[in-house]
């Protein structure tokens, strides 16, 4: 039996694939539970239209984030902390203090997106950051820690 999947079912597919089950699983659980319907050949041209009208909406994202993604590597973030003599902060620098710092210069990036090797910065120094724009643009944006003039 021929199905189209309407969301994500574990060990089977993915959204909008079709895929091939047994007809007890099909017809007693997933079309009942509105994990899928029949893949009839009307439903298949309609799932080919909504995958090339997502494909293009897809891709119109995945270009706006590549120019973000050119901003972000022109960009000077300097990010000034109390520390000790020998460099060490006191405290940390992690992804929400980064999140700030781009706010300010007028990008608004969500902390969860932004990663930072080992997590946190303890040092002063230059470091680099890993910022998920997209599922498939990851930007790298460098920024420095700096003691804070006493």
């Given amino acids: 039996m021929e199905l189209i999947l309407k969301q994500d079912v574990e060990n089977l597919g993915f959204k909008n694939d079709i895929v091939t089950v047994k007809n007890g699983y099909g017809r007693n659980f997933l079309i009942p539970q509105g994990f899928a319907i029949m893949a009839t050949p009307s439903a298949k041209k309609v799932l080919s ?39 060490k902060l006191f405290g940390s620098i992690n992804n929400a203090d980064l999140a700030e710092s781009l706010a300010q210069n007028g990008i608004e990036i969500d902390k969860k997106y932004i990663s930072i090797p080992g997590n946190t910065v303890k040092t002063t120094g230059a470091f680099t950051a890993s910022v998920r724009l997209h599922r498939t643009v990851i930007a790298d944006l460098p920024f420095e820690v700096i003691a804070e003039a006493n």
């Fill in 49 to 87: 239209e909504t995958l090339k009208q997502q494909a293009y909406k897809e891709q119109k994202l995945v270009d706006e984030a590549k120019k973000a993604a050119e901003t972000l590597k022109g960009l000077e973030i300097k990010i000034t902390s109390k520390a000790g003599g020998s460099g």
